[in-house]
């Protein structure tokens, strides 16, 4: 079936380290790709998407380029904060009826330390 | 534009308790969702509807009830609590049922419920 991978966390960075972290998909058909952050306490909230093959997402120095030869959605970030203390979920949908299902990872924590 | 809000923010339950968690959204949207946050398993699709009238099962229904008699409301009710349910909670819209699947969902806050 249809479903998200990505990495383990937690994930444990200084500040201005640079950040990857895995996405991969398996999918029928042709999926958009989204990456969601939860802050402590909050819901989810969409970080950056993608619609298409070869798009890429972008949004407060966060990137991911939807690659479909390697059914992958790698999320990076050049430089980062404390601020950007989270958990990072993975989530695809897919095309048809009752189109706006997510499909979720499993989500990675990410601590940054000063 | 207050967006997707949930109440409550907390509960406890006994096993075999009734309750229900409201959700409302003022965006306008068509298509509201509910799912169910466990650690090490992101977050499961428990019922969505694509507008006032209709509903549907997700990926996890069993023990939970939902209708949508107005755009703005999609309340989930809990039956009979199990402890199997205790969870976070989270509701999320999002304005249209396009066929594209890329669109937007807005997510509320949660709840966060314990049955004990």
């Known amino acids: 079936g249809d479903s998200v991978t990505q990495m383990e966390g937690p994930v444990t960075l200084s500040e201005e380290a640079f950040l990857t972290i895995n996405c991969t998909y398996t999918a029928t058909g042709y999926p958009s790709l989204f990456w969601y952050v939860q802050y402590p306490g909050e819901g989810l909230q969409l970080l950056l998407k993608a619609t298409k093959a070869d798009d890429k997402g972008s949004n407060k120095g966060f990137e991911a380029t939807y690659r479909k030869e390697t059914t992958s959605f790698h999320l990076e970030k050049g430089s980062v904060q404390v601020s950007d203390s989270a958990v990072y979920f993975c989530a695809l949908t897919l095309g048809g009826g009752a189109t706006n299902k997510l499909i979720f990872g499993t989500g990675t924590l990410l601590a940054v330390q000063p | 534009n207050a967006g997707v809000t949930q109440t409550p923010k907390f509960q406890v339950l006994k096993t075999g308790q009734s309750m229900t968690l409201q959700c409302a959204q003022d965006m306008n949207h068509e298509y509201m969702s509910w799912y169910r946050q466990d650690p090490g398993m992101g977050l499961r699709l428990i019922h969505y509807s694509v507008g006032a009238g209709i509903t549907d099962q997700g990926e996890v229904p069993n023990g939970y009830n939902v209708s949508r008699s107005t755009t703005e409301d999609f309340p989930l009710r809990l039956l009979s609590a199990a402890p199997s349910q205790t969870s976070v909670y989270f509701c999320?819209?999002?304005?249209?049922?396009?066929?594209?699947?890329?669109?937007?969902?807005?997510f509320g806050p949660g709840t966060r419920l314990t049955v004990l």
């Open positions: 999320a819209s999002s304005y249209t049922v396009s066929g594209r699947g890329g669109d937007t969902q807005y």
